[in-house]
């Protein structure tokens, strides 16, 4: 009984700070826009002062898109790097530029900056595997949506 009752003296403090962990995560994930809901994603997200750090999962834990939510600017678009301009998030329109992953030849990856009515600023992220699959990315990260404050015009 004595060994059962310092087992559970030693493992509390270990278990309640996994269960404030999950919670921590559980309100960055709330800081992150809605994902749509037949999209099979998950949030993996981390806040800080700095701001809001969101990884939409697929089922695997590879990941789909990804974004950044600060109070100021924190990607600065190269105009000659535009690519994409025919797409939305969350109703509004964006300019998608093209990134490169020296490590990652074959990937498109793309990013993008909006503002939210609040003031802040999200950079999003994505990488497709091929040139193939980028538009559908490309329209998964369209369907998001920001409650709360959502994009300025």
Known sequence: MQRTIATLTLCLPVLLAAGAARAQDAAAAGN???LPADAGLTWE?????????CRALFADGSEAFGLYITPERSFDPVRRNRAERNFTIDGHEVTWYRA????LPGVEARETNLALTDGRQVHVWLQAPSPTELPARLQLVGRLHFTGAGIAD
């Not at 997200?45 to 750090?53: E, H, I, T, Y």
């Not at 490169?100 to 490590?103: G, L, Q, S, T, V």
Request: charged content about 25%; aromatic content about 6%.
């Open 32 to 34: 992150c826009p809605q």
């Open 45 to 53: 997200a981390r806040s800080s002062d700095a701001g809001d750090f």
């Open 100 to 103: 490169e992953i020296a490590a």
